[in-house]
């Protein structure tokens, strides 16, 4: 099969979808399918055709997102070799730039659409707004999904049930959901060149020492993620427990803030501020975990969760939907309501030996169902639906 993946973001740019798609083409390779790239250039203002790699990088201009893109909904160049490509299928992975244009090319193609919703744009709006005109533009973001999701697209895949709900209640949204949680290389959180020498090397960068508990979080350091509650809530449990710290991988918008915050808490040699790490290197940095925390209410799914309990990490994390098919309170982790659970669940994973034990053990055993093979194989399921569906239809 040909399937041609339209993301506005992919590698190296580091964020949940771009993994996710790195993860499904990788996955389908495997599997003897051919896979083309539709992307945005996020490096330069300039249309790119990556030949050897099966990738067409799009100009655009920035969003205030990050170091996003949005592209032109239309670029003759690229529809020209797409039409090369022969494509089965399209699996689009936004709503937007590159997204709008995988639809053009479905109706001037006639190739069928299958489409994953990761983000709840409504939580991102203040990005671009800064504050003004929120609810008219969180209206208009839920427009706009509701005609890319439900009217130009074959089939819909969401990552959780949480999201499943969100289109059935929220939306409206009547047709089959398809939910399918991303996938990930398991391989790479468990079997590493020289882990204990790379390991005894970034515990001596970061200053630690064998008596340290420490608390990872992997994140964007930004408002939605909810990490000004998370060290507030740190600095309560490390006045019960002297040796934890708290690990942030990432970098963010929110970066100064939290600093100044670590500051006025004095925790500033208990809170350590690891800034980007490459992709490739992350498995090395859960290994230095003791667990794995979130205090996100925004996530689609999670998926450094999924990354984390790959890595055998017990997960404390927020009681949001979002996590509940991940995390199995009480055996592979806990869900918390609030500052009080957090500090109650971690202390007793910082005591009780046995306890965490046996959560490092559980965290391994309840990962297997999200590899990115298993992942792959859902997802053509629903491809050869819509194809064998489109075929009939013509």
């Known amino acids: 099969m040909k399937i041609g993946i339209f993301t506005d973001v992919y590698v190296p740019y580091i964020c949940g979808i771009s993994t996710s798609v790195q993860m499904l083409k990788e996955a389908l390779e495997t599997m003897h ?19 050897a790699n099966k990738i067409i990088y799009l100009p655009g201009i920035n969003t205030g997102i990050y170091d996003t893109k949005l592209t032109f909904f239309y670029s003759a160049k690229a529809l020209k070799i797409i039409k090369e490509w022969h494509l089965d299928i399209i699996h689009s992975q936004t709503e937007f730039g590159v997204g709008a244009f995988s639809r053009i090319v479905s109706k001037k193609l006639h190739i069928p659409v299958v489409h994953t919703y990761h983000t709840l744009y409504e939580d991102y709006v203040y990005y671009v707004t800064h504050g003004h005109f929120d609810k008219i533009s969180q209206k208009v973001m839920r427009k706009i999904t509701d005609y890319y999701c439900e009217k130009k697209c074959n089939a819909l895949i969401v990552p959780t049930e949480k999201m499943q709900k969100l289109f059935q209640e929220k939306y409206g949204y009547t047709r089959k959901i398809n939910v399918i949680p991303t996938g990930i290389d398991l391989s790479k959180f468990t079997h590493f060149h020289d882990k204990d020498k790379k390991l005894t090397s970034l515990k001596t960068k970061y200053h630690l020492t064998k008596n340290d508990f420490i608390i990872g979080t992997v994140s964007r350091l930004a408002q939605e993620k909810n990490l000004i509650e998370e060290v507030k809530s740190f600095h309560k449990l490390h006045e019960l427990m002297p040796n934890a710290k708290l ?4 970098d963010g918008p929110l970066k100064k803030e939290l600093s100044s915050l670590i500051k006025k ?3 500033t040699s208990s809170v350590i501020f690891t800034g980007k790490v490459a992709y490739e290197d992350m ?12 205090f996100s209410n925004t996530e ?3 998926l450094t969760i999924i990354e984390g309990l790959a890595s055998n990490l017990p997960i404390v994390c927020l009681n949001d939907p979002a996590f509940k098919s991940m995390v199995e309170h009480g055996y592979n982790g806990y869900l918390f309501k609030d500052s009080q659970e957090f500090i109650k669940y971690t202390l007793k994973l910082i005591k009780d030996k046995g306890q965490y034990k046996t959560m490092v053990l559980n965290a391994k055993n309840s990962v297997y169902k999200y590899s990115k093979e298993v992942f792959a194989g859902e997802v053509l399921k629903v491809y050869h639906e819509v194809i064998n569906k489109s075929s009939t239809t013509k």
């Open 247 to 250: 690990m942030f991988v990432g």
């Open 283 to 294: 498995p090395l940095y859960y290994h230095l975990f003791d667990i794995m925390c979130s």
């Open 33 to 51: 399918h051919t896979v083309y790239i539709v992307t945005a250039n996020i490096k330069e203002h300039k249309f790119k055709y990556d030949e």
């Open 265 to 267: 808490l004095n925790l």
């Open 300 to 302: 689609t799914q999670g």
